[in-house]
């Protein structure tokens, strides 16, 4: 069992950074690759980006790629995503998911969720 708790989350003009990270407790983190997903109001959960249980490979959605940065530190059991030039379109609630996969970007793949944080973006 693995519990997932997400933070750094907030309001940010358009243009600015954000990086939200992703502790976890239960058991160790490297036992799982990890992924973040959003959801914003009136739309699906989408794949935002996921790293191998290394940190060796990392894929990122069309729409965050270039800007987005998922990392994880295993030694301390934490997953980040720095953002940067946000955009109003990025306003969504992220979520940190592990999967037992090597690596994974559809939600029913992921075995465990965090609560979510809030990212808005103001134009």
């Known amino acids: 069992q693995v519990q997932l708790v997400e933070s750094g989350g907030g309001l940010v003009q358009a243009g600015g950074s954000l990086r939200l990270s992703c502790a976890a407790s239960?058991?160790?983190?490297?036992?799982?690759?990890m992924g973040w997903f959003r959801q914003a109001p009136g739309k699906e959960r989408e794949f935002v980006a996921t790293?191998?249980?290394?940190?060796?490979?990392?894929y990122y959605a069309d729409s965050v790629k270039g800007r987005f940065t998922i990392s994880r530190e295993n030694a301390r059991n934490t997953v980040y995503l720095q953002m940067n030039s946000l955009k109003p379109e990025d306003t969504a609630v992220y979520y940190c998911?592990?999967?037992?996969?090597?690596?994974?970007?559809?939600?029913?793949?992921?075995?465990?969720w965090g609560q979510g944080t809030q990212v808005t973006v103001s134009s």
């Open positions: 998911a592990a999967t037992r996969k090597i690596v994974a970007s559809r939600p029913g793949d992921y075995d465990y």
């Open positions: 790293i191998t249980k290394s940190g060796g490979t990392t």
């Open positions: 239960g058991r160790t983190l490297s036992s799982y690759a």
